[in-house]
């Protein structure tokens, strides 16, 4: 499923301070396959440069209430044209004009001649944000829709520390990815396991593995993208799990643990997905005082970790269930045996070489499996985008 690409999104930008940070949000829509128009109002443009806006957005900014275009009327052609309206920064002034419908602005003209959705990351000083004023506007735009991003808390212009800060360029990026991605897995329950487990030897040191849990997270991205209500179980990653309203996080350390904390969660779900690269072994006693350094060689006794994707495969009714496979060699014959042994509906197969190192990497490239063999191969590319690929097949095949 493509989300910003082939959308059209028109960024206003609102004379605040945060409007240099709005540079690197177009940015990254551009390279996420959007195109963009910018609209800044009069003051946003003591802030930022018509010329910086045009050249990243590689198009003509509309800033002038009374523009047109070969007899066209700017505005209106906008609002027809674009899929989506991002206010980044909102000052406390365009807040206060959109709740009561002025159009002294191109921005403005805009949004009062499109009818589609809206976002708006407000950004001020915490006196202004916390003012009645402010705050009645904001429930105005709120009951008619209009969705909010922030502020955070944090430095503010002034030097001050408080909240009124624009909201992370990356979780504004990400929202805008919500919300035009359709909805096409809403009304599901979904379990996703990510990162490693962490198997202690004594009260320093673990057994544990090279899984950042980027590509779980970017699963549980996608499922919560498209609606779902997501389950995240994972071990100590290295990437910070999404805040998005529709993911709830259960962070725990061993293979037992996270046993423990999958089997209370799945008969709640009609999907899960093991991500997580668990220790096929653990120590067999945890010893409780630190291990000294008295011999020159010693042997480490384990013991068998529980095999979650198994347990899983072997309830009934089970979950629709997608599960991953990490191998070195015979990728094709010992990911399909998996994905048979295992009774898991989809098996995706990632091969680790020097090449395609896929622990810790932005890219993955896979191969999915059902029980009768191979059905695709998601050719190398950022995780986000595979995530989105295998979410594709699985709601192909998810009955609910
Ligand atoms: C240096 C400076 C920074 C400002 N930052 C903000 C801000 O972050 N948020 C805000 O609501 N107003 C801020 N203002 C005030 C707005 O620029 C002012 O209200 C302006 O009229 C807003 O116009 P606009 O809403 O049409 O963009 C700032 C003013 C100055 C001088």
Redesign the pocket.
Known sequence: MKQAAAKHITIG??????AYRTLELIRLLKKSGASVTVA?????L??VTELSLETLSQSACLCHPLQTNNGQISHIEEAYRTDLIVIA???????A?MAHGFAD?ILLQTLLSFQGPVLIA????TH?WQHPATQANIEILRNRGIQIIGPDSGDL?SGRQGL?R?ASVDAIFEHILAMLTPKDLAGIQALVTAGPTIESLDPIRFLSNHSSGKMGVALAKALAQRGAMVHLVHGPMSVTPPRLANIRTYPIRSANDMLGQVLELVDHVQLAICCAAVADYRPTQVVQEKIKKSQENTTLALVKNPDILRTLGQLSPKPFLVGFAAETSDLEKNAWQKCLEKSCDLLCANLITKANPVFGADENQILVFDQNGLILHIENQSKDRVAHLILDTVRQRLVF
């Open positions: 930008i609102g004379g605040g301070i945060s800044p109002t009069k003051a946003a003591h802030f920064p909102a000052t406390c002034d365009l807040i004009k602005e407000p950004a001020m000083e202004m212009a009124g624009m």
